[in-house]
């Protein structure tokens, strides 16, 4: 099983910066692909940003080279910076993963964390 828990989420005036972080608790996979989703309230979830085994990244387009998504040092963590914040940005984030190989053939995410709030004032 895989437990996921994001932090780093807030409240910030537009153009602001944060820095959502993520780790995986434990893993049971051979390789763990990860990445961040958000959802607005009344709408549908939106990629933002993943990582895959070999170290390669994808970026939802909305982003617009704003947001920065990395490994961490430690085994199976995950960051997301995010710079020049927009009120459209407002939502609840979260980290999810999947097994590299399932998540490579159909871009899809097994395991979720319970989402951090990111709140984005004009």
């Known amino acids: 099983q895989v437990q996921l828990v994001e932090s780093g989420g807030g409240s910030v005036q537009a153009g602001g910066s944060l820095r959502l972080s993520c780790a995986a608790s434990?893993?049971?996979?051979?390789?763990?692909?990860m990445g961040w989703v958000r959802q607005a309230p009344g709408k549908g979830r939106e990629g933002v940003a993943s990582?895959?085994?070999?170290?390669?990244?994808t970026y939802g387009d909305f982003v617009k080279g704003r947001f920065t998504v990395s490994k961490g040092n430690a085994k199976n963590t995950l960051y997301l910076q995010m710079n020049g914040l927009k009120p459209e940005d407002t939502a609840m984030y979260y980290c999810a993963a999947a097994d590299c190989g399932f998540w490579v053939r159909t871009g899809l995410y097994n395991y979720w964390g319970q989402g951090t709030q990111v709140t984005v004032s004009s």
């Open positions: 990582v895959n085994d070999d170290g390669s990244t």
């Open positions: 434990t893993y049971t996979y051979s390789s763990l692909c």
